[in-house]
């Protein structure tokens, strides 16, 4: 139960106690909210008075009478503008004037309650403005959570993409000094390492743009059947060159109908980004399997790698964007902490689920079911 | 003193970065050593007074450097320190020692960012070192 503090600001006592009688045991549900709305009143018979207890405690909402003793109604929505407060104002209007109205609707006021009101006149303005409010906080909390999103990304960003400008323009100096010789062979260690750079920007680069293209729907018009068994094949022909680079050895075993409806691009991210780390997180000369089996409507594909394995509180934020185990053993393997939280967002689009079980230093196994209807 | 007495500890989780460093630190004169991630740069700390740190910021954590820092400066007061890192400025995440409050917290003596250009380097490391 959450209690909104409403200040009615009216020099009629009727008025007033009205207000206070008719929220007293009013309260405010929808299907969407977390809980039920409930009110307190406080009351103020003059402007001056009700700035004073503004001034205490900011009210969620005030009700203003304009015709008040000493100075006016939209004198005080004047001040809470100034002062920028976080508050709706609803004016109470004995008669309709559209001077009044016009000005009002223009110093922040969002509603109108015609005097003499009806209790359940009171009451729907006193819904609609709850709605309101509770819509204002729920978009501000989200800016915030898109904020620290987006300060994370700026971080992650900079780090990963400056850092290997910065060795690459290092090197390039070097070599523009000749501070290692005047032959071509002895830059053989900085033009080596200023590609290897290159490549892991390049995938930082390709993992990003995946990342904005992840819908928040599936475009249902490009569903189609497909088969995994060869949306995997295909994903291992792409990783192969650097799987034998790092002689790791990829297996496919698919044990039942393998065929899903989905959209192609969206299974290609998941099997390119899955099977790539069983590789890239794979030790020399280890090996990568991929199986492909179904349990009831869901298809289960099963990545196991005999690589380094996470931790167990490593493994609980594995799925989270810009998140990197940052060890000793990743120490020189570039990734942009991007790929896992895009297979996720994938496979949820689906109404799938993604796991993971791990022993450091000996591998591990990810495991997404999907339902193969969607 | 010529730059040949002092050794340099280098601590850096790109390998990039540090060879680059080691290898302008050496062609200017001084002796080196290299710490690869926090940890081994707190063993050697350990068991070893340098004349002067150079910490990266990020390494197994965000705040690796700082931790050194710390660590190197309770041990050896007198040691300089300088924390480098590729983390921008333009992010909002940056920091300086420019106020007393950072200066309290951040035990550094120097705070550069990365891609300074090794003369630079030099002068800064001349200046803690009264060279």
């Known amino acids: 139960m959450a209690v909104l503090k409403v200040l009615v600001i009216d020099d009629e006592p009727g008025i007033r106690s009205g207000v206070t009688r008719i929220l007293q045991n009013f309260h405010v549900?929808?299907?969407?909210?977390?809980?039920?709305?409930?009110?307190?009143?406080?009351?103020?018979?003059?402007?001056e008075e009700g700035i004073e207890i503004i001034e205490r405690e900011v009210p969620d909402i005030i009700l203003l009478d304009n015709k008040l003793p000493g100075m006016q109604g939209i004198d005080v929505l004047e001040y809470i503008r100034e002062k920028k407060y976080d508050?709706?104002?609803?004016?109470?209007?004995?008669?309709?004037?559209?001077?009044?109205?016009?000005?009002?609707?223009?110093?922040?006021?969002?509603?109108?309650?015609?005097?003499?009101?009806?209790?359940?006149?009171?009451?729907?303005?006193?819904?609609?403005?709850?709605?309101?409010?509770?819509?204002?906080?729920?978009?501000?909390?989200?800016?915030?959570?898109?904020?620290?999103?987006?300060y994370q990304f700026l971080s992650v960003l900079s780090h990963e993409l400056k850092a290997p400008l910065n060795a690459i323009e290092g090197?390039?100096?070097?070599?523009?000094?000749?501070?290692?010789?005047?032959?071509?062979?002895?830059?053989?260690?900085p033009v080596e390492r200023s590609l290897h750079r290159v490549q892991g920007m390049r995938n930082l680069i390709m993992d990003l743009l995946d990342f904005t293209k992840i819908r928040l729907e599936r475009k249902q018009e490009k569903v189609i059947e497909l088969d995994l068994a060869e949306v995997a094949a295909g994903a291992i022909v792409t990783v192969q060159p650097y799987a034998i680079q790092k002689e790791?050895?990829?297996?496919?075993?698919?044990?039942?109908?393998?065929?899903?409806?989905?959209?192609?691009?969206?299974?290609?991210?998941?099997?390119?980004?899955?099977?790539?780390?069983?590789?890239?997180?794979?030790?020399?000369?280890?090996?990568?399997?991929?199986?492909?089996?179904?349990?009831?409507?869901?298809?289960?594909?099963?990545?196991?790698?005999?690589?380094?394995?996470?931790?167990?509180?490593?493994?609980?934020?594995?799925?989270?964007?810009?998140?990197?185990?940052?060890?000793?053993?990743?120490?020189?393997?570039?990734?942009?902490?991007?790929?896992?939280?895009?297979?996720?967002?994938?496979?949820?689009?689906?109404?799938?689920?993604i796991s993971v079980e791990s022993t450091p230093d000996e591998g591990s196994v990810f495991t997404i079911s999907i339902p193969k209807n969607i | 003193m010529k730059k040949s007495d002092f050794t340099i500890l280098v601590a850096d989780d790109d390998p990039d970065y540090l060879m680059q460093t080691l290898f302008h630190l050496g062609k200017a004169g001084y002796r080196t050593?290299?710490?690869?991630?926090?940890?081994?740069?707190?063993?050697?700390?350990?068991?070893?007074?340098p004349d002067l740190a150079i910490f990266d910021l990020m390494m197994e954590s965000d705040d690796s450097g700082f931790i050194l820092c710390y660590r190197l400066k309770k041990k050896y007061p007198d040691v300089p320190v300088i924390l480098a890192t590729a983390v921008a400025h333009e992010t909002g995440i940056g920091f300086s020692l420019d106020s007393q409050q950072e200066r309290t917290w951040i035990r550094a003596d120097r705070y550069l960012e990365k891609g300074i250009r090794p003369e630079q380097l030099d002068l800064e490391i001349m200046k803690l070192l009264k060279i």
């Not at chain 1, 549900?29 to 402007?47: I, Q, R």
């Not at chain 1, 003499?116 to 800016?143: A, C, D, G, V, W």
Request: proline fraction near 2%; hydrophobic fraction near 35%; include cysteine.
């Open chain 1, 87 to 150: 508050v709706v104002v609803a004016m109470i209007t004995s008669y309709a004037s559209l001077d009044v109205a016009v000005r009002a609707t223009r110093d922040g006021a969002t509603d109108f309650i015609p005097k003499p009101f009806t209790p359940q006149e009171l009451k729907s303005s006193i819904e609609n403005i709850t709605k309101q409010q509770y819509l204002k906080r729920i978009t501000h909390s989200m800016n915030q959570e898109g904020k620290k999103i987006r």
């Open chain 1, 248 to 353: 790791v050895s990829i297996g496919l075993k698919v044990k039942s109908d393998s065929r899903i409806m989905a959209d192609p691009t969206d299974m290609d991210i998941v099997f390119n980004n899955m099977i790539s780390n069983a590789v890239k997180y794979n030790k020399n000369g280890g090996s990568a399997e991929i199986i492909i089996d179904s349990d009831g409507d869901d298809s289960i594909i099963v990545f196991s790698d005999t690589g380094i394995g996470i931790s167990k509180e490593d493994s609980e934020n594995l799925f989270t964007e810009f998140m990197r185990v940052r060890n000793e053993k990743t120490r020189n393997i570039t990734g942009s902490g991007l790929g896992l939280s895009i297979v996720r967002k994938v496979v949820e689009l689906y109404n799938g689920k």
């Open chain 1, 29 to 47: 549900a929808y299907p969407f909210m977390d809980e039920d709305y409930t009110y307190e009143v406080n009351e103020a018979a003059t402007g």
């Open chain 1, 171 to 189: 090197y390039l100096r070097m070599m523009k000094e000749r501070e290692c010789g005047d032959r071509i062979e002895d830059y053989e260690t």
């Open chain 2, 33 to 49: 050593i290299k710490a690869e991630s926090q940890a081994e740069a707190e063993s050697i700390i350990s068991r070893f007074r």
